[in-house]
């Protein structure tokens, strides 16, 4: 077992923050030239988003999705915290059952799971465990003969920055047959899971999956499965500057959920937040270890303005293959903020931001306009706690930037306070 201690967090004394501790070693750094990038979590975020949880959708219990976020410290906070944990691989079970928790705390929400997988899963006590074809309910009847299964349907087309479609989830045409064959099986089937994509921009897709999920749950009773969770997976978005807030979505979802699973229809609901959770708790530091001017001549100079046009590269200690991993594929949603605040006067030059590996794809943003840097300059981003570090790679020799865990005396209480209620809730479940 491997609890949460205080020796996992940077403890912020009364009055000082997460951003004083992005200061400190900044300043710290500053001192030699050991100007490495870093990450602070502020884990006070993390709490208070899972308080807000709590009150938003008063009537969902939370499984931290592991994939968006897996470091230590942090699945440990969720631990305490009294959430369940959607995984989706052995190495996921196997870190949160070290961490000392219940396996009946796991889902497993992978539909398409490796034999020796689901034996690992069926040795280790996790029981609950989705699935989408036909092929995945036969493997599980030969290696896990007493898993309760949760049918993923598929969402109507996505308006997501992240959309699932494509790869999982059943079309409801084809929920009655999966049904029928879990029942011939012998496979007990006890609720439907979705994920309508992560970062969600349309709150009515939660709506529309809820119906669906409510047909699938008549048809399952027609085949005696005896249905009692309904999952409605992640999506919800995790930073200020999005394009639907979380509260939008959560009024959508909790008015489905009392049309279609009304309180006292004795079904648990939960759902699987990744990027709700952490997105915003992450800031990452990063230095400028190289600095180029390019001059280029001015693309139209009518005789008037003809001095070529400066832009300048910087060359970062942190890259595509390292926090900014998701650049590869998709936007990302970090936010760029200069360390140093430039004054009004200052001219503003094209620039551009480079990793520090040797590939020409190690791009982070151009056509920016910033004022000159300086080799030795900081730049913060913010926003960069979902599927960034995650996905890093050590390629070229380069490591992830370290992270610091911050946490405030007040969060620290918070979290004292939820695993007391937590743990008395499991006993009167027991009692
Ligand atoms: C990735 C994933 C999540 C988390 O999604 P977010 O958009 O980060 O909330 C939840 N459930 C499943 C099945 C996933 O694959």
């Known amino acids: 077992m491997d609890y949460i201690q205080e020796s996992d967090f940077t403890v912020l004394e009364e009055g000082f923050t997460a951003r004083g501790l992005i200061e400190k070693i900044i300043n710290d750094a500053s001192q030699t030239e050991e100007r490495d990038a870093f990450?602070?979590?502020?884990?006070?975020?993390?709490?208070?988003?899972?308080?807000?949880?709590?009150k938003t959708l008063p009537r969902v219990k939370p499984f931290y999705a592991v994939k968006c976020n897996n470091f230590r410290p942090l699945v440990k906070l969720f631990a305490e915290m009294g959430t369940g944990f959607d995984c989706a691989s052995k190495s996921e079970i196997e870190l949160i059952k070290e961490i000392g928790v219940?396996?009946?705390?796991?889902?497993?929400?992978?539909?398409?799971?490796?034999?020796s997988s689901i034996k690992f899963a069926a040795n280790n006590g996790v029981q609950m465990m989705t699935f989408d074809n036909e092929l995945e309910l036969i493997k599980v009847s030969e290696n896990h003969p007493k898993a309760k299964m949760v049918l993923r349907i598929a969402t109507k087309d996505s308006k997501s920055s992240y959309c699932m479609n494509a790869k999982f989830g059943a079309p409801l045409n084809t929920c009655r047959h999966l049904l029928e064959t879990a029942k011939n099986l012998n496979i007990e089937v006890i609720g439907v899971s979705f994920h309508v994509g992560s970062a969600c921009s349309d709150p009515q897709l939660f709506a529309q999956s809820i119906e669906d999920a409510h047909l699938v749950f008549d048809i399952?009773?027609?085949?005696?499965?005896?249905m009692t969770l309904l999952d409605i997976g992640g999506g919800f978005p995790g930073i200020m500057e999005a394009k639907i807030s979380f509260e939008e979505i959560a009024a959508v979802v909790n008015s489905a959920l009392d049309k279609y699973f009304p309180e006292g229809s004795a079904v648990d609901i939960i759902a699987e937040p990744g990027r709700y959770y952490v997105a915003s708790a992450f800031t990452l530091a990063v230095n400028i270890i190289g600095k180029k001017i390019v001059q280029q001549d001015a693309p139209e100079s009518h005789g008037e303005r003809n001095d070529p046009c400066k832009s300048v590269f910087y060359y970062l200690n942190d890259g595509i293959?390292?926090?900014?991993?998701?650049l590869l594929f998709r936007r990302c949603q970090h936010k760029l903020i200069l360390h140093k605040e430039p004054s009004p006067k200052q001219p503003l030059y094209m620039s551009s931001l480079w990793g520090p590996t040797c590939d020409p794809m190690d791009q982070i943003a151009e056509h920016l306009y910033l004022p000159e840097l300086c080799i030795g300059d900081w730049l913060l981003y913010y926003n960069v706690g979902a599927y960034t570090v995650v996905a890093s790679s050590t390629f070229n020799g380069f490591h992830p930037p370290h992270i610091h865990f911050a946490m405030s005396l007040q969060a620290w209480e918070d979290v004292h306070l939820l695993k007391r209620g937590f743990e008395q809730a499991e006993n009167t479940k027991k009692n």
């Open 39 to 54: 990450l602070v979590g502020d884990m006070e975020e993390v709490v208070k988003k899972h308080l807000h949880f709590l």
């Open 321 to 326: 293959y390292g926090t900014f991993s998701r």
């Open 220 to 226: 399952a009773s027609e085949f005696q499965h005896k």
């Open 102 to 115: 219940n396996p009946e705390r796991i889902i497993y929400a992978n539909p398409c799971k490796q034999i």
